[in-house]
């Protein structure tokens, strides 16, 4: 799917030229930063703290890229700072959240790049969904309960892709469902008649809807039981070979991000202690931290973890 398949969207942020100053040509193939040649996202020096009663310094002076079609798997115990950094990205926190600090960019299939600091408005809600979408944990609960998956779909493709036949609409939101694996004659279901797995996968399919080259995912199965999950994140390896985006998946849950990620970046206490592919974070982890957050998992212990080599085998076709 490309966005000109459906038409102008309400702002586009396809061509430079609709951005005027707020986009330069990419210069990033020479970024310095962690990561790949080819970055779609690079953050640099990024900060963000929360002026309550109490400052807390939540993300501090992080830096890294996002490879185009990469999985980034962003680990580290609880409170350490992962949400606030995803939606500091994404220019969703609210007060008592405040940017202190760095940037954040985002750079086009088509060659150019945008600093995400200078969208605002109707440019930066066109940005969110059609460049870099998000799939929260608790997303499934977001669906409106009095209204079919259908239409919640369609609104996606009215708002945003307004030139888009009716019919056109339709067949796209029935297509996206299947690709999640759900059944298109679930598009006139209520969410409560969904299992909480299905709502997830949704929520998934909505994420994909205008093709953005970014997902944000977190903690995306952490609501479900371990065989709906694993069933998941195959299908969003699966759709990210297919589609190409670009994945950072955010967890408490090391050896699952072992399995899915191509690097990993450990978080602690606001700052990423340790970037690395995510096999050598495992065999030769850097730093003490990360060698404490795997030595907490039972299942990494011995020679390789089950939990990666029922993975791999399964995926494999072999038996876990
Ligand atoms: N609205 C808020 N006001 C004040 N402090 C906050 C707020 N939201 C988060 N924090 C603090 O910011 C820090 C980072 O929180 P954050 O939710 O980003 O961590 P996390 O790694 O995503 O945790 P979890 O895995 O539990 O979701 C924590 O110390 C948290 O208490």
């Given at each position: 799917m490309s966005s000109t398949d459906q038409g102008a969207p309400a702002v586009s942020i396809d061509r430079p030229e609709d951005l005027g100053d707020r986009t330069a040509p990419d210069t990033a193939r020479g970024y310095r930063g962690e990561g790949h040649d080819r970055p779609v996202l690079t953050i640099d020096d990024f900060s963000v703290e929360y002026k309550g009663e109490r400052v807390v310094k939540a993300v501090r002076n992080v830096t890294l890229s996002l490879g185009r079609g990469e999985i980034l798997g962003l680990a580290g115990e609880s409170g350490c700072g992962k949400s606030t950094l995803a939606y500091g990205i994404n220019r969703l926190l609210k007060p008592p959240a405040v940017i202190t600090g760095g940037s954040?960019?985002?750079?086009?299939?088509?060659?150019?790049?945008?600093?995400?600091?200078?969208?605002?408005?109707?440019?930066?809600?066109?940005?969110?969904?059609?460049?870099?979408a998000m799939v929260f944990q608790g997303a499934m609960n977001s669906l409106n309960p009095v209204i079919t998956i259908q239409r919640q779909?369609?609104?996606?493709?009215?708002?945003?892709?307004?030139?888009?036949?009716?019919?056109?609409?339709?067949?796209?939101?029935?297509?996206l469902l299947e690709r999640v694996g759900v059944d298109r004659a679930r598009l006139r279901s209520f969410p409560h008649e969904l299992s909480g797995g299905m709502r997830q996968r949704v929520?998934?399919?909505?994420?994909?809807?205008?093709?953005?080259?970014?997902?944000?995912?977190?903690?995306?199965?952490?609501?479900?039981?371990?065989v709906v999950q694993r069933e998941i994140l195959r299908e969003i390896t699966r759709l990210r070979a297919d589609l190409g985006f670009a994945v950072i998946f955010i967890t408490h849950d090391l050896p699952l991000l072992l399995e899915i990620s191509d690097r990993i970046a450990v978080m602690r206490e606001g700052e990423i202690v340790e970037l690395g592919d995510a096999v050598e974070l495992y065999t030769n982890p850097q730093h003490e931290y990360t060698r404490k957050l795997l030595a907490s998992f039972p299942s990494l212990t011995g020679e390789r973890g089950d939990f990666i080599r029922g993975g791999s085998r399964a995926q494999n076709g072999e038996p876990a």
């Open positions: 954040a960019h985002f750079h086009s299939r088509e060659g150019y790049v945008i600093d995400l600091n200078e969208l605002s408005g109707e440019e930066l809600r066109a940005f969110r969904w059609d460049k870099i779909m369609e609104d996606i493709f009215s708002t945003h892709r307004p030139d888009m036949s009716k019919k056109d609409r339709r067949v796209k939101c029935g297509d929520m998934i399919a909505m994420a994909m809807a205008l093709d953005p080259q970014v997902m944000i995912m977190d903690e995306p199965t952490t609501a479900l039981d371990v």
